[in-house]
């Protein structure tokens, strides 16, 4: 049976990816609509004459002629309220691939609507998690697509909730592992975006070295999952082969294992619960092979434990964390902070917040503006 697929973010990392898994299951899947950002207008044109969707969205508005007149047939309209009703257009499966909590409104839409949301835009959940699980119609309708979160999800298949003892996320260190804090002060935008292992977007590749990335999946995983925060661990491997475990009551420890492509997770978001043939690389268990694990260094990357120490705050406080990085990062690569500085401007962002009682879309959103004005503050000297 064919699913049809809403693509947010289609132009990124995530949708490129989902686009070639499409691309080898035609039979399988069908893509409806594509949204961007609109940065690249011939990228998207491209994606649109392959697949055919019937609409397209940009969030730039300047964008949208030219795109336009390259579709001739296809719905093209620009801003984030069509991007919004991408998600919102009753596809089988909307995959947010989106980067930042701008796809928290998309999130909300995708899960109103019905679809099954393929989540690869941790950020909106993050930011929104309250309002996400509130918005959710059914107990599978939210299918993780970050790898670790997808391991998780194979994993936790082979018990209950009840016999779940602790989740164990895997880190593979990103560009930084085995630093010390003080080699890491004068660390550059080049540096950090030198991953090992994942090819990824700039700013995904930024919170890896930092290990924000990681805090930002523990937190994922708490709210996705129903597992307290001092239930989930961190644990280091860097050859980022088993993507994430779950440990059981009677001692077994179940593992997702498979070589790091993101095309594997983006495909189970697609066909959930199903599986779909031949979409990444296998194993090869015939080689001689290690894998190794090594304990989080929390002196060096202090952000695993800001995290907890935000959702144990309030709802809202983990808004506040993922706002203020956003700005820090964007201010490390135009460099007006210093690699330690992101985590640290964070912590004194999340740190000076007062959360309101109540949880609600427009509070999100204050809570959002006042931590980016803090975090600017902070980054130029003010109030210090």
């Known amino acids: 049976m064919t699913r049809t697929v809403s693509l947010l973010g289609s132009t990124g990392s995530i949708g490129t990816q989902a686009l070639d898994v499409v691309a080898r299951h035609p ?3 069908d893509v409806v609509a594509l949204a961007a950002g609109g940065s690249d207008p011939d990228a998207i044109i491209a994606q649109a004459l392959a697949h055919r969707p019937r609409y397209v969205a940009v969030a730039r508005q300047e964008a949208v002629a030219p795109i336009a007149d390259a579709l001739p047939g296809i719905e093209v309209r620009g801003g984030a309220d069509a991007v919004v009703e991408a998600a919102r257009l009753g596809a089988d499966v909307v995959l947010n691939g989106m980067t930042g909590s701008v796809g928290l409104r998309p999130t909300l839409a995708a899960l109103e609507s019905g679809s099954t949301l393929a989540l690869a835009n941790k950020e909106s959940l993050v930011a929104g998690g309250a309002l996400v699980l509130a918005a959710k119609r059914r107990d599978d309708q939210i299918v993780p697509v970050d790898s670790e979160h997808s391991a998780l999800a194979q994993s936790l298949r082979s018990g209950t909730h009840g016999e779940v003892r602790r989740l164990v996320v895997t880190a593979s260190g990103g560009a930084f592992r085995g630093r010390s804090r003080a080699s890491l002060a004068h660390v550059t935008p080049a540096d950090a975006l030198a991953h090992p292992n994942w090819d990824m977007g700039p700013v995904v590749t930024i919170n ?4 924000v990335n990681k805090a930002l999946e523990v937190a994922e995983a708490h709210l996705l999952f129903d597992i307290p925060m001092d239930r989930i661990d961190v644990v280091v491997h860097p ?5 994430s ?19 594997l997770p983006i495909a189970l978001g697609l066909s959930w619960p199903e599986r779909l043939a031949d979409v990444a690389p ?9 894998w190794t694990f090594e304990p989080l260094d929390e002196d060096a990357f202090p952000a695993i ?22 700005e820090c990062v964007q201010a490390f690569v135009d460099g007006a902070l210093p690699f330690l500085g992101i985590v640290d401007t964070v912590r004194r962002v999340v740190e000076a917040y007062e959360a309101p009682s109540s949880v609600t879309l427009d509070a999100v959103d204050e809570a959002e503006r006042w931590a980016r004005t803090r975090a600017h503050e902070v980054i130029a000297g003010v109030g210090e």
């Not at 890896?208 to 290990?211: I, Y």
């Not at 050859?239 to 993507?243: C, E």
């Not at 475990?245 to 492509?261: C, K, L, R, Y």
């Not at 296998?282 to 290690?290: I, P, Q, V």
């Open 305 to 326: 434990r800001l995290m907890r120490d935000a959702v144990a705050a309030s709802s809202l406080h983990p808004a506040v964390f993922n706002a203020a990085n956003e």
């Open 245 to 263: 475990m779950v440990e059981f009551v009677d001692g077994a420890t179940i593992a997702q294992a498979s070589p790091p492509d993101m095309r």
């Open 239 to 243: 050859q980022s082969i088993v993507h």
């Open 27 to 29: 039979e399988r899947l």
């Open 282 to 290: 296998r194993l090869d268990w015939t080689a001689a092979t290690a």
């Open 208 to 211: 890896s070295a930092s290990m």
